[in-house]
């Protein structure tokens, strides 16, 4: 029976359709399964979104924690979760600056970019300083450059 699925309910048990691909996706959006799934997305989108910002708080404190990505995470989460969060986060006016940059150039601040090299050579420093093996030294150093490539290829503002 390829091609075919069992319906239960207003249809008497056993009997068979031919599977429509439409039909899933009809139920899958109807109002009421939507409503149902809508709530439990929106408060996971707002828990990331606090969580996010919350770590980069912390990043404003310590200095080899990075605060950007944090709260560009947390931008995002906050417009699938919590306009009102999302809309402080972007009048902010330490973090609505770099929020705007990167939605409309995906450029990162030379200040960003000076600071998220430096974290990561020393970083990378360290381990070399605590004698770690060379499988840790080259897999680290290797995710550290391709990191730092990539912040070095975007714009800056």
């Known amino acids: 029976m390829a091609g075919e699925i069992k319906y239960v309910g207003s249809q008497q048990a056993g009997q068979t359709r031919p599977l429509i691909h439409g039909r ?18 929106k408060t996971g989108f707002r828990i990331l979104a606090y969580m996010f910002l919350a770590i980069g708080a912390v990043g404003v404190v310590l200095p080899l924690l990075p605060t950007t990505p944090f709260v560009r995470l947390a ?5 699938k ?5 999302a809309r402080w986060l972007e009048e902010h006016p330490s973090f609505g600056p770099a929020i705007a940059q990167w939605r409309h150039r995906r450029a990162i601040p030379v200040k960003a970019k000076i600071l998220a090299c430096s974290m990561m050579a020393i970083s ?14 080259t897999v680290s150093g290797l995710c550290l450059l391709g990191i730092a490539g990539y912040l070095i290829t975007r714009p800056s503002c």
Do not use: C, H, Y
């Open 24 to 41: 899933i996706d009809a139920v899958m959006n109807r109002p009421e399964t939507q409503a149902m799934k809508a709530p439990f997305g």
């Open 75 to 79: 931008a995002f989460f906050a417009s």
């Open 81 to 85: 979760g919590s306009p009102e969060f």
């Open 124 to 137: 990378w420093s360290m381990l070399v300083w605590l004698g770690s093996t060379v499988f840790v030294l």
